[in-house]
């Protein structure tokens, strides 16, 4: 099937159902009608990010500067010549590592959920030529992968192990849905599907018991299966969830536990391994839940959320601790220094919360998506949005060798693997979709930022109007265009104290419910205006006493944003390294910095304590005095490293 | 050659001279008498370590258990069957890594050195039969690599990177070098002597440029020409070394850094990469100041060390802090529950300073070797000595997933990469070789430990009975069998104060000198008795307040030996996680522990502060309040994980 329209692929007419008379086109997550979502996300067209505010200017470097760069590198680096070389259309070796095809198909989800806001020659052109390129390649029987087809044709789907075919099928499957739903065009689709029906035949019911080694194809099949109504899908995503955790992937260097291997998923509820692999495992999980019928999954998955953050969660909302094998460490194992906090974990950390919100309605997965949002994904790109780090660490040290791009001082242009920068892109491309959701009672606003939503409730049409300079700013103001009663819900991060509401004017008493929201009913008039404070005081941060690697430190954040001290900031002799502040004083947040990004930041008092000299180990060594007493200068910590290498910290010693 | 006499290899016969009339048996490093080495190791004979001794029962443990656990293994696991399979005498794949020799080369390098003290027929038939399957694989160029002959026939001495063939060779001279000085026999040297002359004629002067990825050779090629007289290894060595720092290992994943190839090795003063590779580098480094002309390699060596002594070694004298590539950190870096302190590092740390002390004469060097042997290369082995660790963590946390062999929760009885368990073995049979040393005012005693110590001193023979229950007991009698004037030197390790010394029954004042030893010069008379007492009261050690992962944590030692906290010996309801002790308050040390293998142990008081409930980050949290009052007891670092994995830590959280 070439530049098909959508309506022609099977099921796809009734895909985009969201509970309005006129079917939106659906976003990156649209459980079916029938699904236990207790919350239904929104239409892609429903919500508009104001390119004024936060999400919405990221949005703009996105589609501007990163997402030309990661369809730029995809041909630079060989990872469309590698497709190419199968059909004779390109020479030379196979570049990159066995799964770079998967670097393709989030190039093109990012460009599919772009191409929603507005045709763009440039991506247009890329989705149709890859799709085409991707079609010549595919098998008769819809195999597709450039490394096995290219590399080792006598392996296909063999090594379940470290193959990852069926991750790169994952992908394409998404990057399908993606494209299908912005343009209605099922080109692509049809390739994603040929394949998905090739895993069917082989790895279904009765087929071939198998797992992937790296999960991603049970998210990808179920969302294909919310798109195209075919059931096979959700049935194999449901069998490979069932399958995990038998040793179906044998003995491996890493342990069993790196795959999540090694117990059902039911009994996993430690998070472990690699963990951009269990964040994946977690949001198929979520997803076969939701469009199952087995409430044990969800309960397990609720352990799973509660161990991670109660024991494996960096402040900044990363994951990983370990660099060996990109790993979640033991509980309380959070080093700062080498934190692995991968982009790409923190992506799956916000797709899996996610999956949890629709599941559950709970504000405390929202609270986590904005906390991973704000800062280890935000992290992850430089400002200019063509610059990124891979390992997110919480310190860099003074005499930091940053010569290995595992460890580097500063955001790379690309990496030998170069998984994060596609994955940020198709994750900021399709921000608007999880902005705010609906039910029966009305409309739930879960990240605050400027833009508008709009919904087609029971009752009738409602939009909104959102003005806000959230994060940096304690208020935001909606004004709400509707004529009939439904329920605004606004959520109240955890980490705020004393929110107020006013509505046309009138304050109303607010207490967020045991889900974490304020709930607004009334019958709306066109232009309500419905104002929402939610004060940041700067807040001092204290790690539970069992993370050893930051005993006797403090962390500074502000609203949903973590601080950090970068060098740059701080005054001529004042190396980081010897910086002390006070454990119970809160600095005080300053706006109208004149650094680039910085809209506010966090100044506070500090003490510089000398220890030049002093031996490594010394006997009744006590802690260094405080010496000399200097202002000190936090930043939002996703902001640092745009100004050269320096040294940093999250986590400042007390004195 | 087969089964020749030592004395038929060229300059074997001259090989062992230690300025005795009657050339003894050199021990595992011999300077020639014209390098530039301030004290002159004792031949092999001249120190006996006394089983009843802590050294000298390790050593008899060594010989009883832990050689020939080796010897079975390399059996077992296919080490002799790689080699076996080249000459057709074996079937089956290559098994283990491509360096598996090298496990065989130290293997057979203990053996060597066990066998000076007395024939043992299953020693020597292993020594025997392997040098004959040794001396068949060999090519007739005298190319000996199992798993390039075997595997890649077509890709020797091309793939330095990682090819590890010259790593192998090394540790066959060094093997070769240990039984011809132990045995007199040359079967083996002949191997080896063939081995090295193919590396000085396809590396040599006017050979191609190149360099090993792990530095060995180096240290091996400077021993070989120790005892054969050849020039042209010491000149290869040189040139590896002269070599090392400009590139011609290419780049590589881990950088150059990793192989200690980024810059030329009077620049590279900061440790970097791999622990082991830095640490043998190093060696190789000194052993060829030792026998040159070139007082700027010294230089750095001593900068090197100053480094790595002041910003990146363990209180247990460890070496590594990270997993990823079994590499040194950042400055001050130094982790404990990811520590990595591979045993071969320590022991490769212990062989550097030894060569230090030779080259300098400082008892630095010396205090190194005490602190890495008794508790960093000590903890490598099992109380029964049949059981190994690779990786050395500080602390090991509840929940400790130990499932992975990169990190278990116990010692094992072999590894993927078994290179520790015959590098400890070959280091212990040999650690007689490392007590003592003499020059030509005397001899000097570096390592106090029960046993006989016998010299010809340029005025006549001495002898040293030495009764110690060091480093548990304070007080060390050495009774002097001697009739002429001599001066003898010992010890005051940097962490004894106030050390106490009387000869004949009279109190002597003692001061050490710069160097860090007492000297006693006099006209020694048979029996005469010395009484060295070094106090050791419990200390409480501090990090430098840039060691981020310690902060706010103590660790006790006593003497020499650097205690932990082990669940096992704490009051049942105090988790290890949460004892707290006061940071000022030093432990009592209590004898007589019923606990195999620990003498003393350290008895502190302490406080359980309970975190039960705690958030993982909370806001304005105070650290916990001293709770509960518990005794808590520290057993010897080094005995740790004998009884069962249990958590466990050397850096106590301070109260």
């Not at 504000?363 to 904005?370: I, P, T």
């Not at 580097?408 to 902005?435: D, F, K, M, T």
């Not at 929402?532 to 690697?549: E, G, I, Q, Y």
Request: net charge negative.
């Amino acid at each position: 099937m070439e530049q098909g329209d959508v309506a022609t692929v099977r099921g796809l007419e009734g895909s985009t159902e969201t509970g309005r008379q006129r079917p939106g086109r659906a976003g990156p997550v649209a459980p079916r009608p029938a699904s236990r979502a207790r919350l239904r996300p929104l239409a892609l067209d429903d919500v508009a990010l104001d390119p004024a505010g936060h999400l919405g200017a990221w949005q703009r470097v996105n589609r501007d500067v990163t997402l030309p760069h990661c369809i730029a590198h995809v041909e630079e680096r060989g990872n469309l010549d590698n497709l190419r070389r199968v059909t004779g259309r390109a020479d030379g070796d196979f570049r990159g590592l066995p799964f770079a095809d998967s670097d393709v198909y989030k190039t093109l989800e990012a460009a599919g959920w772009e191409l929603a806001r507005g045709a763009r020659p440039a991506l247009d052109d890329f989705v149709d030529q890859t799709t085409r390129l991707l079609a010549d390649v595919q098998e008769d029987d819809g195999y597709l992968n450039s490394y096995f087809q290219g590399v080792h044709p006598d392996r296909k789907l063999r090594e379940f192990h470290w193959g990852h075919e069926m991750y790169c099928a994952g992908h394409l499957l998404q990057a399908a849905v993606a494209v299908a739903r912005s343009t209605g065009r099922a080109h692509l689709l049809a390739v994603a599907t040929r394949l998905a029906d090739l895993l069917v035949r082989r790895f279904g019911e009765s087929g071939e018991e198998a797992i992937d080694g790296h999960p991603e194809i049970e998210t990808a099949l179920v969302e294909l299966y919310r798109l195209t109504n075919e059931s096979a899908y959700l049935q194999l995503a449901t069998r490979f969830v069932e399958l995990r955790g038998r040793g179906l992937l044998g003995p491996d260097r890493f342990g069993a536990n790196y795959f999540q291997d090694h117990a059902p998923v039911r009994e996993a509820t430690e998070p472990t391994g690699h963990a951009v692999r269990q964040l994946y495992l977690a949001a198929g999980v979520t997803d076969v839940y939701l469009e199952g019928a087995d409430d044990t999954l969800l309960a397990a998955m609720e352990e799973l959320w509660e161990n991670l953050l109660s024991t494996k969660t960096y402040v900044t909302g990363a994951h990983g601790s370990r660099h060996r094998d990109e790993a979640y460490g033991d509980p309380y194992e959070l080093p700062p220094d080498r934190a692995y906090a991968e982009t790409c974990a923190a992506v799956a950390s916000f797709h899996w919360n996610w999956r949890m919100l629709l599941a559950t309605g709970r504000g405390r997965y929202a609270d986590e998506m904005e906390r991973v949002l704000y800062n280890a994904v935000a992290a992850g790109t430089s400002l200019e949005g063509d610059r990124f780090f891979y390992s997110n660490p919480l310190q860099l040290r003074a005499g930091h060798d940053g010569t290995d791009e595992d460890h580097p001082s500063g955001r790379l242009e690309w990496y030998r693997c170069p998984c994060c920068p596609p994955n940020l892109a198709r994750l900021v491309a399709s921000l608007n979709g999880y902005v705010a959701t609906s039910d029966d009672s009305g409309l739930q606003l879960h990240l605050l930022t400027a833009g508008e939503v709009t919904a087609d409730l029971p009752g009738g049409p409602a939009r909104l109007r959102v003005s806000t300079a959230y994060p940096w700013e304690e208020t935001t103001a909606i004004t709400v265009d509707s004529e009939h009663e439904w329920t605004l819900a606004l959520r109240v991060p955890a980490w705020c104290r004393e929110a107020r509401l006013s509505v046309a004017g009138d304050p109303v008493a607010v207490s967020p419910d045991a889900d974490g929201y304020v709930r607004v009913r009334r019958a709306w008039r066109p232009g309500t205006e419905v104002l929402l404070t939610l004060p940041m005081p700067p807040r001092v941060l204290a790690a539970h006493p069992r993370v050893d690697a930051v005993r006797g430190c403090v962390a500074w954040a502000r609203g949903p944003i973590v601080y950090c001290l970068e060098q740059h900031d701080q005054p001529a002799g004042a190396p980081l390294e010897d910086i002390r502040v006070a454990a119970q004083e809160a600095p005080r947040a300053v706006a109208g910095s004149d650094v680039p990004g910085i809209p506010v930041v966090l100044v506070g008092q500090g003490y510089v304590s000398r220890a030049d000299g002093r031996q490594l180990y010394a006997e009744g060594a006590a802690a260094a005095p405080d010496g000399e007493v200097v202002e000190v200068t936090a930043i939002p910590y996703f902001r640092w490293a745009n100004r050269g290498p320096a040294p940093m910290r999250v986590w400042i010693p007390t004195s």
